[in-house]
Antibody, heavy 121, light 108 residues
């Protein structure tokens, strides 16, 4: 079955760029029925959507993060990636990648396990 | 579009009927989903399109509502249901996703 796995550094210095990759296995990222998204969760807090991408490269972002976020896709590797620039301690969170089903559900139906990213010098 | 949830937390016993409410700041038709999250785990999709049960989710979970007011009901709370529940909507224009702040269900 389809699985998603986040990867990337667990520690990022303030003002630097956070970079994460989500690898999709057991299925194709190029399916027409799905977008792919990044969601984060600061320790002890709720879920915050970061942005989503279609396999064609079409993106949409959370307006509160848009100036610092870039999401890209590599269909040859079945991966999509997140870059968040100029990070601060407020960006410390568990980062999840997930599949966004937009045909019927308009919901994230498959999630990665999440990866903790700490912003600290 | 903003989502609010009530209550923010509740204490209940096994076997209780539990209802959580999600309210949207403007009408969203039936485009609302519910998730369950346990500590240290990724959220799990329970219900989409306000009332459609995701495959594999127990039938004690149900959802209802449309427009601005939605509810998630657990008909008979089980030990494995103690968790935090989030609602979520997807906006078509401008495109975007919003999560509610969450409702924590713990043991009385």
């Amino acid at each position: 079955q389809l699985q998603l796995q986040e990867s990337g550094p667990g520690l990022v210095k303030p003002s630097e760029t956070l970079s994460l990759t989500c690898t999709v296995s057991g299925g194709s990222i190029s399916s027409s029925s799905y977008y792919w998204g990044w969601i984060r969760q600061p320790p002890g807090k709720g879920l915050e959507w970061i942005g989503s991408i279609y396999y064609s490269g079409s993106t949409y972002y959370n307006p509160s993060l848009k100036s610092r976020v870039t999401i890209s896709v590599d269909t040859s590797k079945n991966q999509f990636s997140l870059k968040l620039s100029s990070v601060t301690a407020a960006d410390t969170a568990v980062y999840y990648c997930a599949r966004l089903e937009q045909l019927d559900a308009d919901a994230f139906d498959i999630w990665g396990q999440g990866t903790m990213v700490t912003v600290s010098s | 579009i903003q989502l609010t949830q009530s209550p923010s937390s509740l204490s209940a016993s096994v076997g209780d009927r539990v209802t959580i409410t999600c309210r949207a700041s403007q009408g969203i038709s039936s485009y609302l989903a519910w998730y369950q999250q346990k500590p240290g785990k990724a959220p799990k999709l329970l219900i989409y399109a306000a009332s459609t049960l995701q495959s594999g989710v127990p039938s004690r979970f149900s959802g209802s509502g449309s427009g601005t007011d939605f509810t998630l009901t657990i008909s008979s709370l089980q030990p494995e249901d103690f968790a935090t529940y989030y609602c979520q909507q997807l906006n078509s224009y401008p495109p975007g996703v919003t999560f509610g702040p969450g409702t924590k269900v713990d043991i009385k």
